[in-house]
């Protein structure tokens, strides 16, 4: 006596259209019940869709890379008519919240005769499938990890909500796992690790509001793009305790320099970022603390003897940072050829995780678009981000007259547990020094 069962994608909060980046069984394999049957990646977690009863699985109705939102079918499987109805006996250790009758796969085909009258299939009530949390599947909840790297997790019993990840979008790596282990042996201890992950942090729930209570709404999809760059920010922003030192620099000279250097070179551009990339250069190496990350333990700072720079470019899908690389080495149209093409690469959304990676310090401008001052988030692990405004002629006082000045507003966030005020103050008047005379980027 059989059934087919749909297995479908449950309840998966606000997601929709979330990849398919794992099969994890084939048509003929048997399953145990709340067995994974494929793996779904939204921006920031992972998560395996549960077989809904023990059975074989039939079909598979999805194949890589397809996308899937709550109630798509996956599979069907073939399950006999008892396991259908599930007896008590088969819960779960891990607590299923109760649910609802709708939420009960319905067999769609019979393909046997109805079970005997005796059979407890047709005579008890159903038993509700494991519910697939929503809350659970949040990415602020669930590690990213893939599914292997969460049964290594499980082996060693490390609670992956407490360990950091460092591969791309904060994917939880089998370094990372390793790496806590040691930590904990060592003394560091999942409490420590825990507070620095946020774990620790304990916030009010984000508010729930019906906006359309107080007028007409629409809903729009962040970008994949935006998603992933708001889980970085937010990180960034909640767990590096940030200051924000302003300053200014003269850069009449420089323009003068910049539009000289626009008259010869009519084929590349150069913008005020290219000579901010060279100052900034010249700065971190009178200031290699800025030159530098803090690693997870908060314990130990790695000073970079390179310098590559990260430069944030705005693009309709949202924020990225491409890294100019080796930028000591390179003249300033080098850089400006290099700037040129790697920011219409990120706007044809040609670049790739190698291109956003190595940064040591970060410049955002926003000179271009406008604006006085603002706090650029740091880009971690890196430990300094400079935002850039932009520069306006204003009257300054040489001491004996008014003069008119091209002044450019400067933006340093910093990471305090790492760089003191007076530092910060430091290495912005010796960046503004040298833009307002460029041969001390030859000192
Ligand atoms: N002051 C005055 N003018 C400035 C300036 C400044 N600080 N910076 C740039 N400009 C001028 C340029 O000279 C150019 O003018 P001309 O066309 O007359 O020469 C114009 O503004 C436009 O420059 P640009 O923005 O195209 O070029 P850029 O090299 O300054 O910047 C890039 C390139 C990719 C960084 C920029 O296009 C961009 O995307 N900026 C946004 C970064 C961002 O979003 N940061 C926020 C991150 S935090 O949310």
Not at 128 to 156: D, G, H, I, T, W
Not at 168 to 182: A, H, L, M, P, T
Not at 240 to 245: A, D, E, L, N, R
Request: net charge neutral; hydrophobic share 40%.
């Amino acid at each position: 006596m059989s059934d087919l069962l749909e297995a479908k994608v449950p309840d998966i909060g606000n997601f929709t259209d979330v990849p398919v980046i794992e099969i994890l069984v084939q048509p003929g394999d048997r399953v145990e019940k709340d067995q994974g049957l494929v793996t779904l990646e939204s921006d920031k977690a992972t998560m395996e869709v549960p077989a809904p009863a023990t059975g074989i699985v039939k079909v598979l109705k999805v194949k890589l890379d397809d996308t899937v939102s709550e109630g798509t079918v996956i599979g069907l499987l073939e399950v006999d008519s008892a396991q259908a109805t599930p007896s008590g006996d088969e819960t779960p250790t891990a607590e299923p919240a109760p649910r609802a009758e709708p939420d009960v796969p319905q067999p769609v085909k019979s393909e046997v005769p109805p079970a005997t009258p005796s059979a407890p299939a047709q005579a008890g009530p159903r038993e509700p499938p494991l519910r697939f949390e929503a809350a659970a599947v949040l990415p602020q909840q669930v590690p990213f990890a893939s599914p292997a790297l969460r049964k290594f997790a499980r082996q060693l019993g490390v609670d992956l909500t407490l360990v950091s990840g460092s591969g791309r979008g904060g994917r939880i790596q089998r370094e990372d796992v390793q790496s806590f282990v040691k930590r904990t042996l060592t003394g560091g201890g999942a409490a420590a690790a825990g507070v620095r992950t946020g774990a620790g942090l304990d916030l009010l729930p984000w508010p729930q509001v019906d906006f359309t209570k107080f007028g007409p709404v629409e809903q729009q999809p962040l970008t994949r793009i935006q998603r992933i760059a708001g889980a970085n920010l937010a990180r960034n922003w909640a767990m590096i305790p940030h200051v924000t030192q302003h300053d200014e620099a003269d850069i009449t000279e420089m323009e003068a320099f910049r539009k000289q250097l626009g008259k010869e070179n009519k084929t590349i551009k150069v913008t005020p970022l290219v000579f901010l990339i060279k100052a900034v250069v010249a700065t971190l190496k009178e200031f290699p603390r800025f030159n530098a990350s803090l690693d997870s333990s908060g314990e130990t700072l790695t000073l970079k003897k390179y310098f590559h720079i990260g430069i944030a470019v705005d693009t309709p899908d949202g924020l990225v940072v491409p890294v100019l690389r080796d930028c000591d080495q390179k003249g300033l149209l080098e850089l400006a050829a290099e700037l040129a093409a790697v920011s219409v690469q990120a706007r044809d959304k040609k670049l790739g995780p190698a291109d956003m990676s190595g940064g040591c310090f970060s410049i955002s401008s926003l000179g271009g678009i406008g604006g006085t001052a603002f706090t650029p988030i740091i880009n971690a692990p890196e430990v300094a981000i400079l935002g850039v405004s932009r520069s306006k002629i204003q009257a300054v006082w040489n001491g004996e007259a008014f003069t008119p000045r091209l002044l450019l507003p400067l933006s340093l966030s910093y990471d305090h547990r790492v760089i003191d005020g007076a530092a910060a103050a430091r290495f912005t008047r010796h960046l503004s020094r040298t833009l307002t005379d460029l041969r001390r980027i030859l000192l």
